[in-house]
């Protein structure tokens, strides 16, 4: 099974603000005559980067619930201009909505099992997804979602 990555989506508001920003990447991405993709820099290397790659996902924390997620592509590192080590996460364009799960603030990423990570909103069926975003967060920190 595929590991997962958690951060924090620092600087969104709600998916809308990550969609936007997904999308303004992929946009530059095709005019530079690559694929349409996101991608985030992160100073540490995930040492468990070939399960990650095997379909595992980047999930988002956003005021503090998990609330999206994107496949990871690939994982590439390189060097900064300061001569600081550093890892490209390489996403997938689609942001993944998936049922709120509440988490507390935390530094960098961590690991995510497989059996830890939210199902996506799409799995709930449709009760899931005609829910307002407070009600789902709400029956989550009850654990009733």
């Known amino acids: 099974m595929a590991l997962h990555l958690i951060k ?7 998916i809308d603000d990550l969609r936007d920003w997904v999308s303004r990447k992929a946009q530059t991405a095709v005019a530079a005559g690559l694929e349409p993709h996101s991608f985030h820099i992160t100073r540490m290397v995930p040492k468990r ?8 996902s980047l ?10 997620r994107q496949q990871i592509t690939a994982i590439e590192t390189f ?4 001569g600081i ?7 997938a364009p ?17 690991y995510l099992q497989p059996a830890e990570a939210p199902r996506d909103l799409s799995a709930l069926g449709s009760e899931g997804a005609d829910m307002p975003l407070d009600l789902r967060r709400e029956l989550a920190e009850l654990g009733l979602l």
């Open 8 to 14: 924090l989506c620092v600087g969104a508001d709600s």
């Open 94 to 110: 689609e942001v993944v909505e998936t049922a709120s799960q509440p988490r507390r603030a935390f530094q960098g990423w961590r």
């Open 85 to 91: 080590g550093r890892c490209k996460l390489f996403l």
């Open 79 to 82: 060097t900064d201009a300061e």
């Open 59 to 68: 999930y988002w924390v956003i005021k503090g619930q998990v609330q999206a």
């Open 49 to 56: 980067g070939e399960e990650i790659l095997e379909g595992g």
